[in-house]
């Protein structure tokens, strides 16, 4: 089953790598999606895929890479859009 969620994740997440290692966990997973460093210093991403695999690509964020520290991870369900690929910006 498709799913869609978006992801904001506050604390130290910019500069250490985050969107990198989501692109490459979603990417190996088939996961649809991107992801971007917001203004305020969060990163915000859009997984949509099989549920499992987005739901793994939330606990990562949970986590984040190496030098994360997330503090709070903000989670929202949408509607699939038929994404292809995984994109940074």
Avoid: I, Y
Avoid at 63 to 71: F, I, K, M, Q, T
Wanted: net charge negative; glycine share 12%.
């Amino acid at each position: 089953m498709r799913t869609r969620k978006r992801v904001r994740a506050h604390g130290r997440v910019q500069g250490v790598f985050f969107r990198d290692t989501v692109r490459r966990a979603a990417t190996q997973r088939g996961v649809a999606g991107w992801a971007a460093n917001r203004p305020d210093g969060t990163v915000e991403a859009v997984f949509e895929g099989d549920a499992e695999a987005v739901e793994r690509l939330v606990e990562l964020c949970c986590a984040g890479p190496g030098h994360a520290r997330v503090e709070r991870l903000d989670v929202s369900e949408e509607e699939p859009e038929g994404l292809e690929g995984f994109t940074v910006d």
